[in-house]
Structures are given as structure tokens and as C-alpha cells.
């Protein structure tokens, strides 16, 4: 009857279906699973900070679209006159 276990127990083993290789199977998949977690929460991390660099970078880009005034090309003093007169309303 033992050797008849033992044997049951060996194919059981090749096969991997006894108790130490399933212990082993569960062991694996544990770790792969936390790794797993890992990975997502690092992901998302990099989410949020790729989010508020977006973000930022918006606002630069909407902060630099601003036309630049443009003085005006004054050559004499009546013009110059008229052109304070222009800003002066403003």
C-alpha cells in the first residue's frame, strides 16, 4: 500500500498536481501578481505626472501666443505727437 502511494505520489509530482508543487505554483503567481501591482501603481503615477506636465506645457504655450505690441515707426514730431495722443486714449 506505501509503495503503491509513493508511486501515486510521484506521478502526481511529474504531472504537478501534488502538494509542494502546487505550494510552488501558488508561490510564483504571488510574486508575479505583486509585481503586477507594482507595475499598475507605477503606471499611474507616471499618468499623473505626465497629466500635470501637459498641463503646464499648455500653459507656457498659451503664455508665449501673446502678440508682441508693435511700437509705432515715428519719423517726425508731428507723428509723434499724434501717436501719444493714440496710446494716450488707449
Given at each position: 500500500?506505501?509503495?503503491?502511494m509513493k508511486i501515486i505520489g510521484m506521478i502526481l509530482g511529474i504531472l504537478g498536481l501534488s502538494a509542494k508543487a502546487t ?68
Amino acid at each position: 500500500m506505501k509503495g503503491l502511494m509513493k508511486i501515486i505520489g510521484m506521478i502526481l509530482g511529474i504531472l504537478g498536481l501534488s502538494a509542494k508543487a502546487t505550494a510552488k505554483k501558488k508561490a510564483k503567481v504571488k510574486k508575479i501578481d505583486n509585481k503586477v501591482k507594482e507595475i499598475k501603481k507605477e503606471k499611474v503615477e507616471v499618468q499623473r505626472k505626465k497629466i500635470t506636465v501637459q498641463k503646464k506645457k499648455a500653459a507656457v504655450k498659451k503664455a508665449q501666443k501673446k502678440k508682441p505690441v508693435k511700437k509705432p515707426n515715428v519719423t517726425s514730431a508731428r507723428k509723434a505727437r499724434a501717436s501719444l495722443k493714440q496710446r494716450a486714449r488707449k
